[in-house]
């Protein structure tokens, strides 16, 4: 269903590339991969995510603010940024992702049978 590319560096997890059957794409595959990274992460004592380039008004890149707490490099220094999504927000979404996971992996299966 997805395939999720990443470094593993000393300090940071490097999410390099996913992709997905867009046929899940209702699953939300991306969130869960960088949630799952995130989870990682904290496992393996890691400080960092690192989502790539984020470029502002671009489309398929402005997911990655959502994302809080977040850093950027601008000119050339890492900045804290500040957004109006809350931890609490960002949480909720895992947990509803997580439920959605568990419910192909009863419908695969057999568990389950779509009406």
Avoid: N
């Avoid at 990274?37 to 989502?51: A, E, G």
């Avoid at 380039?53 to 990655?64: D, E, L, T």
């Amino acid at each position: 269903m997805a395939v999720a590319i990443c470094d593993r560096g000393k300090l940071a997890l490097s999410a390099v590339y996913c992709y997905y059957d867009v046929a899940f794409s209702r699953l939300s595959p991306g969130v869960f991969s960088i949630l799952t990274q995130i989870q990682l992460c904290r496992d393996w004592h890691m400080r960092y995510v690192y989502l790539g380039y984020y470029v502002a008004g671009s489309p398929h890149m402005s997911y990655k603010a959502q994302y809080q707490p977040h850093e950027r490099i601008v000119s050339g220094r890492w900045r804290a940024e500040s957004g109006e999504r809350r931890a609490e927000s960002v949480e909720r979404r895992a947990e509803s992702v997580e439920r959605r996971a568990e419910s192909v992996e009863r419908r695969a299966e057999g568990g389950e049978r779509r009406a």
